[in-house]
């Protein structure tokens, strides 16, 4: 880790610093994090079965993944990735939401009522001042909500990241910009991206606030996303928080991360595993046994089996349902053309 | 009834509009000194900067920010300073805006107005004074508006605005103050997607929209004066676009031109002629006429003429058609 | 000869080029992994982190500094990684790109080769499987290029790169590995700007470009197995458009089917329609045809089949010209 | 100024650092900043007269027209705005093509064969990566040029100067960013565009060196200018310059500044004036008589009445050369439309 990175759990599972939370809310949240990798881990098999789409592993975020959600209230915004179903699963987006989009259904985007979660963004980039939209329309407004949105560092060199940062600091909004630097834009190594020593360098150049934090430490996650959640929610603000990070598995099921990086590095990361550090602690603390992680990974597993399956049981769209959601009411040309793909067939 | 120029139509329209807490207005320059055009002039001064809001030279930063803001319920009202300047934020346009209803399979939806300032013929610098709408007609799950005259425009943006949909809203730089007509005080609203027939004819159907009204109304006046008797329709909406009503007028007419000051290639004259083509062939008694601009960059002020097309363009195309 | 599929002939064009020192390419991932599509593969080995240069991800940056390369008299070829993600591109594209030449009356100019996979049909994530070729060949000063078949995406891509003005090269993803053709191993260019006449016939004139080619030669098969006799054109290039083979082939058969997968209204088929209908309305025996993808965001897997037009859809809307 | 402003000749005229160049030097500087000024003025007065179409003058911003071009070569790249005028015409480009462009007609854009300046660019913000690709392509061929662009304030708030500035960076091009910190973007405050203190703040965030300096001195623009120059040249990479200057004059002769500021900030400035220090300076080192200040006033305002007489002079475009710059050769489809031009009228 660079200097000046805030770390509270150190990679052996000791601490070095304040938690931020209690032992129960840690068990919580580490619960979370196993979920997240059952499910992270059955995707990636099921996709090799074919059953789903290309797949977007996080493993080895695990720790930004449920920890930059963690302060947030239940009707918070979250705008994030194709590599956030974990951060979106946390945050209350339902896990055959995940599956129906990984299985190329519309129906995965619809978010259930009260739950201020976006569909993931699969362009990088455009996502972020979405998040700024959102919080000053409830700074506007006066709703006491946060917009959390999370991206990777490949995203920070697109010019739609400078102008959500630049309108984050001039309209002052509750924004967390939430960066995991997991060192790879696909192939692209962290240091081809920005001559930058570290993205959180460019905080002070848009007049922001700017902490770098070890992101497989989920005690510096969660004490980084409170301070900024709440600095955001008492109108104090945005934040950027790089969170270093690395993303263990490929970049998506398509990926062959062979043709550009040696597992030298990848090991050593894996030895800074997120999850791992956590148990560690537990364990010492006795608030960890076997049988509980094994029940919570079945459990885990069982619902991602559930999901899929019930997502394969939902009848594809007919044709006419791809012209039912375009506008509140399709317009009489798509009537007619749908009376069109009626008549002459797909 | 007050005499009022699409300018002040548009600014009057947005007055109203503003009486609603959840609409904001954003853009550059639109607050302090009420925009280029002055449409929005007055608007911070009476609604405050909390609602018509300065934003720095952004454009993808305004309509990202204004996506956010409409998915989060509110009405913003996008403004760019002109047609050319609004390329930086074609991707959210049309990753974002025109997606996120289908996305969400109706869960979140941006019910948000783009104001657009577009077209030539006031000897501009380069990039103020294209017409592109195509590049926004032929994006799935936008709408296209285009006025042509006060009392549409004011009407047909309260309705961009109320609508549950975002609204690309394009207004024609040289109608701004090219005309004044009496529009109701009131507010009101004017149907998006319908077609207007300015002028009967029983000889050709013109078909245009926007700025090229004006000499297309001209083109018919000098048409009857020599015997043809034109059909005028002003399209108001390019998406969803009236059908009926052209293919109505045409397979009445058995002629068609249209007329546009975008390029040639792939404008929406191509689509309109394409339709007519699909639904009246059998009325045409000619090949319907493309009056367009030409497939070039907008020629700066010495030379714009020769790209604009002008009255006798439209005539001469439309004598054409009568040749036939 | 040998045997390639079409990202082997491309790779081929483009290692050829890469032999010239002023040629270089750029974009994301296209050095390491040698690209999403494998289409650039080995080429840095050979050529060098200098030559093939992996870029941020930035689409906009891709295109200036390409262009800014071009100006200075490199020979650029840029590489999108999908046409979904090319719009933050397209004001780069639209007001410098394709307009220097004009802007500095040939003083500056931009030989640039932008490359973008486009299309549909592999059941891709949202954004993966657009077709807006329509936004580029509404572009004045832009050439607009789609080979379909490995031969000829070697000697476009060849052209293209020799072009002293700015392309878009759009590569179809299905086709990529769909068919493997012998492709002359020696450098060879096929000329920009001219059709090719697939298949001759003489009921019908089948008109479709890229990825839709498949479909339409299977169609034509079909339709030939029922007594129809249909003329197969590939435009290949989209800009400019090969006019003369297109009306000279309506005129001799008197009907036409324009396919693609862009969706409807203001699709390059709507150029297609409206210049057969001013250029050959009176051999016209029935409608053209526009056999189309919709106006709606291209479905994700399970419902994508609804969107892109199959060989029926291509086969029904020839019988149905037949029948008039 | 803000603190760690480079000032070398104060508002005064005194001295208050180490002259970057010698006392010849300076009164070509500044021979060139009269010129300059006398252009800007004459032009604004003939847009009122009709006979140029809108015109953006730089009066208060001389100093950075003529200081960042003056360590240029002949032939290195300068990549500029609608407001840099004076600029460009001291790198080489004619005056009679600044007029040209400025009446609307297209051959104002010709730069003459071995001066590299290109025309100016009307969209804010999209112009500096091209002085990126320039820069780039000087680096790969090793000409040894470099590529200076200019642009505003404002236009740090666009995505593509994040893009230029990182791009530059991670390729290490011999680039040099040159902003005119003016104050405003037409009638935005330079307070309004971003939250951070300072543009020169952003200079990290792309491990790119950032200097700021006081922009109406002739004197700490040309030794920044020059380093930055050389540094490019010796293949040290970018420099990004804050000039810290200010619009005297309005946005365009189209805007009424009135509406958005007062004068009392605008007079201020005007006693900072860039060329007033410089004469004073040059004044107390037996440099300068109002003779010669009156000679070149003379003769730069008749170069503009002549050009813009040769302007007027010119024939327009006939309808068939709007086709003619489109292509290399004009295609099919454009002949054919040029026909039916030439057929049925404008
Ligand atoms: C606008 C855009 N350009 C390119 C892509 C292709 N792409 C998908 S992911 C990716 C890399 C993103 O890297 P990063 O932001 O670090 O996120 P990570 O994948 O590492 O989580 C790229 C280039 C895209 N999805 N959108
Ligand atoms: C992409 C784009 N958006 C908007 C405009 C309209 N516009 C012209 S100048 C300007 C302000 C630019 O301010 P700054 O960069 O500080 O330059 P200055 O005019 O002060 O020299 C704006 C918004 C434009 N030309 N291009
Ligand atoms: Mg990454
Ligand atoms: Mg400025």
Known sequence: MPQDTLQILAPNGE?????????????????????????????T?????????????????????????????????????????????????????????????????KTPEGINV???????????????????????????????????????????????????????????????????????PFEQQTAAESLVDKAVGYGMRGVRIDGNDLLAVVAAATTATEDARAGRGPTFIEAMTYRVGPHTTADDPGRYRTETLTDQWRAKDPIDRVRVYLEAQGQWTEAWEAGIAQAASQQVEDAVAEAEALEPFTGDEIFSAMFAEPTLPLLDQREMLRRDGP | MTERTMAQALNAALSDALADPSVVLLGEDVGMTGGVFRVTDGLRETFGGDRVIDT??????????????????????????????????????????????????????APLVIRIPYGGGIGAAEHHSESFET????????????????????????????????????EPIRAYRAIKEDV???????????????????????IAYGAMMKETRQAAELLGANGVDAEVIDLRTLVPLDVETIVASVQNTGRAVVIHEAPRTTGFGAEIAALIGEKALYSLKAPVERVTGWDVVVPLRRAEKHYTPGVDRIVNATMRTMES
């Open chain 1, 15 to 43: 601490l070095v610093g304040d938690p931020p939370i209690d032992l129960d809310r840690i068990r919580e949240l580490y619960e979370a994090m196993v979920v997240a990798r059952v499910y992270d881990r059955k995707c």
């Open chain 2, 56 to 109: 720095p030279v952004a454009e993808s930063g305004i309509i990202g920010a204004a996506f956010g803001m409409a998915v989060a319920g509110m009405r913003p009202i996008a403004e760019l300073q002109f047609m050319g300047f609004s390329y930086p934020g074609y991707d959210q346009i049309v990753n974002h805006v025109s997606r996120i209803r289908n996305r969400s399979r109706h869960r979140f939806t």
């Open chain 1, 45 to 109: 098999a099921m996709q090799k079965q074919g059953r789903l789409a290309t797949y977007a592993p996080f493993e080895g975020q695990e720790a930004c993944q449920i920890g930059a959600v963690a302060p947030l209230n239940a009707d918070d915004w979250v705008v994030a990735t194709y590599r956030d179903a974990g951060a979106m699963w946390f945050a209350g987006y339902p896990m055959v939401n995940l599956i129906l989009g990984r299985t190329g259904d519309e129906r995965g985007g």
């Open chain 2, 135 to 170: 590049i926004y007609t032929h994006v799935p799950g936008l709408k296209v508006v285009v006025p042509s005259r006060p009392i549409d425009a004011k009407g047909l943006l309260a309705s961009a605005i109320a609508d549950p949909d975002p609204v690309i809203f394009l």
């Open chain 1, 118 to 188: 976006l569909p993931p963004s699969i362009t990088v980039g455009g996502h972020m001042i979405h998040a700024v939209g959102t919080a000053w329309a409830d700074k506007l407004q006066d709703t006491g909500r946060v917009s959390l949105t999370m991206f990777g560092d490949g995203a920070t060199s697109e010019g739609d990241f400078h102008e959500a940062m630049n309108f984050a600091g001039v309209f002052d909004t509750p924004t967390v910009f939430f960066c995991q630097n997991n060192g790879w834009a696909i192939s692209l």
């Open chain 2, 184 to 206: 109701p005080d009131a507010p009101y609203l004017t149907p998006i997607g319908v077609a207007s027939i300015e002028r009967t004819g029983s000889d050709v159907t013109l």
